[in-house]
């Protein structure tokens, strides 16, 4: 039998892997694997002002924080990268170790009055899942708050994939007919690097900087080795990503460790046994998608 | 030697396009009968493939305007369909040929409609079209490179437009897919529909199309083939290739004789 707290631990970490693993197919898709690393990095300085703003960790200011320095770091790399000259690579590391290393020092300079360390950014809390309740005005809980503002954010990614579907995929397979057909490749560049950035900052608190990283690319980049249908490949992932969290927790529990850098390795378990059983057959495919330098920008509008 | 038309389908008035900085199209002008299928002849680099795209406003230009129908771009742009160069996109994306020729229906659908079955009958009518009806279902990694074409530009008819821009869509075909697809052309030029098609082999130009365009960063001719595609502006397009040249003009004398070796080299 699973307990209530490794119930609620599990069902945290699916809650966040599954929209961070269905932005992700897109992600992989359009050869920007990088830039969701980046995003996830970059939005820790967002993270830190919100809180020194607000002065609390209420969810929204963070969303709302996060959103805008998601579109800040992506307008950044296209800028360097445009206007600069600098490769598409070259312009994401530039610009997330920068504003991380940013993010790094706010936390320090700001300790007392951030209620934030590094290793909570770095690894999360989702094993205090269970800690933080939220309490209405009239006293009822209503269980860990964590999992409500995952759940949240599950829904408008899920509502955004399935509003967006046809734009999305037809601006991440052929962009310069998107824009030929009117549908603006910037707007849904944009779109989905808002809704990247977004979930990051909402899996935050709960697994960490590295498990989102994870968990954006780990679960599609395994779904991708799959199947050869979208659709089969963000079902896929959803499977994926509820295993990782489910595997992650008892690994964590065997091995009396964190439980969010169980759950990365476990991603990374899951994508290696893959890799070998069919990846060997699709391995040209996978170094094409993988190791290729990331296409952020959308050369045409 | 550039010819112009009354009501004209398409009108390029003093287009001027760089790439950072560098002039690729000097001064364009030119008016486009409607209901033609027309050529675009050209070098490698001539600026084919950005004429198309300043056309279609995927580039800015420096100067000039263009007006389709009499009218701005976004007026008109379901009314316009463009077949991208192959080599555009990666043929390893998660899809099969009916999804990829669905997104021809994309641009009338707007925002939030899911393509209806109607939509998809368009598409597998299309699919038919072009002889790939059995490979709806094929995942589009697994086609071949003439497939591939095919599918492009089944994609592009099923937008049901009255204007085509189609960027090399034989490249990589082989002979008996490029009879289909020039059949296929001349039969929607007949029912009134104008197509515009980068074309490079030069030898079969005067039997393919009506009206040719050569061009080589400048528009060196524009006008009915038979008056347009002579030796001398062919000279001018292609400047100092000569001895490939005096190879097409041997060529053009003796019909039937397949001439692909001025596409070959780099290609964009
Ligand atoms: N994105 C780009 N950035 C810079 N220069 C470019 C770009 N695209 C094309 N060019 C240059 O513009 C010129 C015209 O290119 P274009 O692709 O239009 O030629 P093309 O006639 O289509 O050639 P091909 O027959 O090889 O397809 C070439 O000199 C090319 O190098
Ligand atoms: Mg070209």
């Known amino acids: ?301 | 030697m550039i010819e112009h038309v009354e009501n004209p389908i398409l009108e390029i008035h003093d287009l001027t396009v760089s790439y950072d900085r560098k002039p690729v199209l000097w001064d364009i002008d030119l008016t486009l009968p409607e209901g033609k299928l027309i050529g675009i002849v050209g070098p490698n680099g001539a600026g084919k493939s950005t004429l198309i795209k300043a056309i279609m406003n995927l580039i800015p230009s420096n100067s000039g305007y263009v007006k389709l129908f009499d009218e701005h771009l976004e007026k008109v742009r379901n009314r316009i369909s463009y077949v991208p160069q192959k080599e555009s996109v990666d043929w390893d994306f998660p899809a099969s040929s009916l999804d990829v020729v669905l997104m021809g229906r994309y641009g009338q659908l707007g925002l939030l409609k899911k393509p209806r079955k109607a939509d998809k009958e368009v598409a597998m009518d299309c699919l038919r079209k072009v002889g790939m009806d059995a490979f709806a279902k094929r995942q589009i990694s697994q086609l071949s490179g003439g497939q591939q074409q095919r599918v492009f530009l089944a994609r592009a008819l099923a937008q049901q437009a009255d204007l085509y821009f189609m960027d090399e869509p034989f490249a990589g075909v082989d002979a008996a897919t490029e009879k289909t697809i020039i059949d296929l052309l001349r039969s929607m030029s007949q029912q009134g529909k104008t197509v515009i098609v980068v074309h490079h082999d030069l030898q079969s130009v005067t039997r393919y199309f009506d009206w040719v365009l050569l061009l080589n960063l400048r528009l060196i001719a524009s006008g009915p083939v038979e008056s347009t595609f002579t030796q001398e502006l062919l000279q001018e397009t292609y400047g100092g290739k000569l001895t490939l040249l005096s190879e097409v003009s041997n060529l053009m004398r003796k019909e039937g004789f397949p001439h692909r070796e001025l596409r070959k080299g780099k290609s964009s």
């Open chain 1, 1 to 301: 039998m699973m307990t209530k707290e490794a119930f609620q631990i599990i069902l945290a970490g699916s809650l966040v892997a599954i929209p961070c693993g269905l932005l992700g197919c897109f992600l992989i898709l359009r050869k920007m694997a990088m830039v969701g690393d980046a995003i996830s990095h970059a939005v820790l300085p967002g993270i830190v002002i919100a809180f020194l703003l607000s002065g609390n960790r209420d969810s929204l200011t963070m969303l709302l924080g996060a959103g805008l320095i998601g579109i800040f770091t992506t307008f950044l790399i296209e800028f360097f990268h445009r206007m600069g000259k600098l490769q598409t690579d070259a312009a994401i590391g530039v610009t997330f170790t920068w504003l991380f290393a940013i993010g790094v020092i706010l936390i320090d300079q700001f300790a007392d009055q951030v209620d934030l360390d590094q290793d909570c950014v770095l690894y999360g809390e989702i094993a205090y899942v269970s800690l933080e309740q939220w309490t209405t005005s009239d006293g009822t809980m209503m269980g860990p708050r964590t999992l409500y503002v995952a759940g949240t954010v599950l829904l408008l990614v899920i509502v955004f994939i399935l509003m967006g579907y046809k734009e999305l995929v037809v601006t991440t397979f052929d962009p310069v007919y998107a824009s030929a057909i009117g549908i603006s490749t910037a707007l849904w560049h944009y779109l989905l690097m808002a809704a990247v950035s977004v979930t990051t900052v909402a899996s935050f608190e709960s697994v960490g900087a590295i498990l989102v990283v994870a968990l954006f690319i780990a679960p599609p980049a395994t779904a991708y080795l799959l199947t050869e249908n979208l659709k089969h490949m963000m079902v896929l992932t959803v499977v994926i990503g509820v295993l990782v969290s489910l595997t992650g927790y008892y690994l964590a529990v065997l091995l009396d460790g964190a439980i969010a850098g169980a759950m990365a390795t476990m991603a990374g378990v899951f994508f290696l046994i893959v890799f070998l059983f069919v990846g060997v057959r699709k391995k040209r495919k996978v170094q094409k998608t993988l190791l290729t330098a990331p296409e952020v920008i959308p050369k045409h509008d």
